[in-house]
Structures are given as C-alpha cells and as structure tokens.
C-alpha cells in the first residue's frame, strides 16, 4: 500500500498550518491580558520567522497536545514539530504510513478515524473507554467522489466516498468528542467534496466555521477551514 505523498493540497495545508500556529503564539506571546486565539486575525508569516516563534513559544508549545489525522508522509506533522510543538500524534489507516512516521520519530497509531483512540478510566482494569481528546486536530482526507475504475489501494488515499463528501462527515461525528473544549480543527476540502454539503453538516453537529485559505487549481479549488465549538471561543494555548 503506498503512502500518500506530498501535493498541491498537502502544502496548502503546510503553509496555512505554518501561520496558524504561528498567529496562535504571537497572539499569547504578545498580550497576557488576551488569551483567545481568533480567526479573524490570521495572517500569513515568512517561514524565517520560525526560529523566533520556537524560541518564544516553546514552554507553551510543549503542552498543546495535536492529532495529526490521516498523517501520510507526516508533512504536517513535520510542520508541527519545526515550530517547536512536542505533543503530536500521527495516526494513519495504512500501516506503510504509520511504520515510515514512527521512523521519522513521530508516535503513530494505525487506526480507521478515530476507532483506537480511546483510553481505559481509570487504572487499566477498567472497563470504561473514554475518547482521547486534542486541543488541536488536523486532517487532510480523502476529498474526492469514487472513480470506479481506480484501484482499490490509492482509493484509499484519494476516495471520500461515492459523493466526496461521506468520509469527512464521519470524521466531523467522531471528531466531536475527540476535541477539548476550546480546541480547534483544521481541515482541507475541494470544491469536488460538495462544500456546501460538508459545511451544512458541519453547522448542523455544532462546528463553526473559518475559512483561513483557498487555492485555485486547474481542475478543483482547495479550501482550508477552522473548526471549532459553535458556543466557545477558540484558545488552544491558556
């Protein structure tokens, strides 16, 4: 099975990721009084200006705890890791995937969604599983409608279901109870996933939504959207 690398969509997610974070340190770095993180106020940065970012919010940085879904070749996860962020776990649904991250010295999980994370309560006799929450969740799925002439592997990769949109709806349920209370989501879809469909959804289940960035491509337009609790403010870092 082969893992799924690098493209247009992997680094529009990298470089939104990349300013994300770094808005969200600053913001903290910046104003002690002010510790809400807001979209709003997201703007792009140089990637020279990591080296100072790492410096500034490295305590901070070490306790924000970040799920990379669906990791792949662990691009986003690296982006992570660059900006001095040390609580993050890739998990990926193809074991190739999950044996190259571990190489690389990410923790990695091999899991369909979120199907292994969970934890016993309590000490480890006990029989209640409860969900494994992040502050921060990142995804970029599989976004487009079934090609039924595509082999089965790199459907796998590619596939959202047979409209585009089915598998990040289920991610969308299962996320929910996965995410701290005043955490955030960053996820990556096509103008192919059926957008408006993903985005009702989403606002049906609670989420609100952010556009943070988009992409015009030849074929398709790449959208980066934050979501979060529709009742709390987004504050990853307190």
Do not use: W
Request: aromatic share 8%; glycine share 6%.
């Amino acid at each position: 099975m082969n893992i799924y690398m690098p493209a247009e969509d992997s680094y529009l997610l990298s470089e939104t990721l990349e300013n994300y974070l770094i808005n969200l340190i600053n913001n903290n770095n910046n104003s002690s009084s002010k510790n809400q993180y807001k979209s709003s106020s997201f703007k792009t940065h140089s990637s020279l200006s990591s080296n100072k970012i790492i410096n500034n919010g490295s305590n901070r940085n070490k306790k924000i705890k970040i799920l990379d879904m669906g990791s792949g070749s662990g691009i986003q996860a690296k982006t992570c890791r660059k900006l001095g962020f040390k609580d993050v776990l890739t998990a990926d649904v193809n074991p190739n995937a999950v044996r190259n991250l571990k190489k690389q010295g990410f923790r990695a999980i091999k899991t369909n969604l979120f199907l292994k994370l969970y934890k016993r309560k309590g000490d480890l006799s006990g029989k209640t599983l409860v969900p494994i929450r992040f502050d921060l969740i990142i995804f970029n799925p599989p976004y487009l409608p079934e090609d039924k002439l595509e082999p089965k592997d790199s459907k796998l990769a590619t596939t959202a279901g047979k409209k585009g949109y089915e598998l990040i709806i289920k991610f969308l349920k299962q996320a929910k109870s996965h995410l701290n209370k005043k955490g955030a989501i960053m996820l990556l879809f096509s103008s192919l996933s059926q957008p408006s469909v993903i985005k009702n959804k989403a606002k049906q289940l609670g989420y609100n939504l952010k556009l943070l960035k988009k992409q015009k491509l030849f074929f398709e337009e790449l959208y980066v959207y934050e979501l979060s609790d529709l009742h709390r403010n987004v504050n990853i870092i307190n």
